[in-house]
């Protein structure tokens, strides 16, 4: 679990805050995700980011905004969210997403539990 | 879209016996599964992986067994432990495709 880190681990905000989600992975890979997982339902994908560029955006509202500076972080913006975006929110990282098969087998973070009032 | 799923959302099980978590997955394509386990609090663990080349694979204490014919997978759990209860989900891709899809999850508990 050290191999990549969360921060913060708890978040509560208000639906007009705006906050940031941190991630960093000490792993030396090239790939990074952010993905929500809420109560009773399965992961569901956010966005990728493969060598510091995003490559998937799967139909996440504007409210959330990723950021990648370099392959080793990555950052979610939040601004103006919805009580139903309260969720654990995980990064993870893999070796190279190109490549495929093993290669792309995920790392997952500890997650933030997020809140919103 | 097709997905995957787990049999048995909650199982319980004694100290000491095995376990076994089933999946069956919908996308008779897919040739690439790995198990992860969540604990509370924590984010997913990878357990173990096996490509749709093998039937079987082995690590410590665990064991995946993969049944192409019937798009079945099973996790299996040796002498379970305190230390193992936590929800478990498979996932599942096309070995040089893009995006894992994930099963809902199968919460373990071990009695003492």
């Given at each position: 679990e050290?191999?990549?880190?969360?921060?913060?681990?708890?978040?509560?905000?208000?639906?007009?805050n705006k906050k940031s989600l941190k991630c960093e992975q000490h792993l030396g890979h090239n790939a990074m995700y952010w993905y929500k997982q809420s109560a009773k339902k399965p992961l569901e994908l956010m966005f990728v980011y493969n060598f510091k560029e995003q490559t998937e955006n799967n139909?996440?509202?504007?409210?959330?905004?990723?950021?990648?500076?370099?392959?080793?972080?990555?950052?979610?913006h939040l601004h103006t969210l919805q009580p139903e975006d309260s969720a654990l929110?995980?990064?993870?990282?893999?070796?190279?997403?190109?490549?495929?098969?093993?290669?792309?087998?995920?790392?997952?973070?500890?997650g933030t539990r997020l809140t919103v009032l | 879209?097709?997905?995957?799923?787990l049999h048995l959302p909650t199982l319980s099980?004694?100290?000491?016996?095995?376990?076994?978590i089933n999946c069956a997955?919908?996308?008779?394509?897919?040739?690439?599964?790995?198990?992860?386990?969540?604990?509370s609090g924590k984010g997913p663990q990878f357990i173990i992986d096996i490509r749709s080349n093998m039937?079987?694979?082995?690590?410590?204490?665990?064991?995946?067994?993969?049944?192409?014919?019937?798009?079945?997978?099973s996790l299996q759990i040796a002498a379970t432990q305190p230390g193992d209860s936590a929800v478990y989900f498979?996932?599942?891709?096309?070995?040089?495709?893009?995006?894992?899809?994930?099963?809902?999850?199968?919460?373990?508990?071990?009695?003492?």
């Open positions: 050290t191999g990549v880190t969360q921060t913060p681990r708890h978040l509560v905000m208000g639906m007009t139909s996440v509202p504007s409210r959330f905004s990723p950021e990648c500076p370099n392959s080793s972080h990555l950052f979610l929110y995980l990064c993870a990282s893999s070796q190279d997403r190109s490549s495929g098969g093993a290669a792309d087998t995920q790392y997952f973070g500890p | 879209g097709e997905s995957v799923g099980v004694q100290e000491g016996d095995n376990s076994i997955y919908s996308n008779s394509a897919s040739d690439y599964f790995i198990w992860y386990k969540q604990e039937d079987k694979r082995q690590g410590q204490r665990v064991t995946v067994l993969l049944n192409k014919t019937v798009k079945h997978l498979c996932a599942e891709k096309l070995y040089y495709g893009q995006n894992f899809v994930f099963g809902p999850g199968t919460r373990l508990s071990v009695l003492p």
